[in-house]
């Protein structure tokens, strides 16, 4: 067959690299342009340097405008696989290879269609996450889903772990459906729109901590936003403090919400929500956090003996 691949960063980069493993002809590789943004900068392995290095044409768009559109004709694919290709592909590009165009998505779809199905699986405390290979249709996330796989969520995990662990499916679950799609044994099943869920893209607003949360609730975003992510966050006395560490307390601390209390555990106490005002709750103990100069320091050692209120945002 004839392949060509849609794809950026490393998610694009797994897939091109299992079309090239595959022994198929891949006649075309389209991939963004690289951007100075610090996202783009996360899992960045070059989809242009890896077609480059096996003689593969590359095509480098924004969007899919008529000179993307032109060389993909130009190509007459069998199949396009797309993987994090950011942009719309009209039906023009979709539909054109005889086998259509296999899209793989970082969720278990048909829940967690749209962005970062990872962080908001990992938030919303399900028990495995994984990938999907579906095709593409003028829905988003939404055609027919042709191969799956999933991972079991640990109870300590971060979103990075996880991540990682699921960029290892891609190949060989781009392998066996592309040797199922060769032997004509690919079969489709039609997602269920009841069991559909979409999530918008996460912005700073989703990583501020609310210490009206709970502490575990708390120590969850804190892995939900684990390094390359942007970390969880608060202000107190107007400076920004990233939390990179954090663990839930084994006693409990009564009183308002967002208060710096003492030392504990190694960390720093600060009071979190309860089922009742100023019932006693576990708290949230910071143990390392970043600052705005990017120092990374104990937090024990950035409150010494100041106590207070986290800054109202």
Not at 17 to 42: F, I, N
Not at 73 to 91: E, F, G, S, Y
Not at 116 to 142: K, Y
Request: with cysteine.
């Amino acid at each position: 067959m004839r392949v060509v691949t849609f794809g950026y960063q490393t998610w694009g980069h797994r897939t091109l690299t299992a079309a090239l493993k595959s022994g198929h002809d891949v006649v075309l590789a389209v991939t963004h342009p690289t951007s100075s943004h610090p996202y783009e900068q996360m899992f960045s392995d070059s989809v242009e340097d890896l077609a480059q290095a096996h003689g593969v044409p590359v095509h480098v768009a924004q969007r899919a405008d008529d000179a993307l559109i032109d060389a993909v004709h130009q190509a007459k694919p069998d199949v396009i696989l797309a993987n994090n290709w950011r942009t719309w592909l009209p039906k023009s590009v979709f539909d054109l290879p005889t086998h259509g165009t296999l899209n793989v998505h970082d969720s278990l779809l048909p829940e967690y269609a749209g962005f970062s199905p990872i962080l908001w699986a990992l938030l919303n405390r399900e028990s495995r996450v994984g990938v999907t290979v579906h095709r593409m249709d003028e829905t988003l996330d939404g055609g027919p889903i042709v191969a799956q796989q999933s991972i079991p969520v640990g109870p300590s995990a971060t979103t990075t772990e996880l991540v990682a662990a699921t960029t290892e499916l891609i190949e060989p679950l781009v392998l066996s459906t592309l040797s199922a799609l060769a032997e004509g044994a690919l079969t489709d099943h039609q997602q269920d729109p009841a069991r559909a869920t979409y999530f918008h893209k996460r912005s700073d607003r989703e990583s501020r901590i609310d210490f009206t949360a709970s502490a575990a609730d708390i120590e969850l975003l804190v892995r939900a936003q684990s390094d390359p992510y942007p970390n969880a966050h608060f202000r107190f006395r107007g400076e920004r403090l990233r939390v990179i560490r954090a663990h839930v307390s084994r006693g409990r601390f009564g009183g308002t919400p967002g208060r710096v209390t003492v030392e504990c555990e190694g960390g720093i106490a600060v009071v979190c929500g309860s089922d009742a005002p100023n019932r006693p709750a576990p708290a949230i103990v910071l143990d390392r956090l970043r600052l705005d100069d990017g120092r990374e320091v104990p937090a024990t050692e950035y409150f010494g003996t100041r106590a207070g209120y986290v800054d109202e945002i």
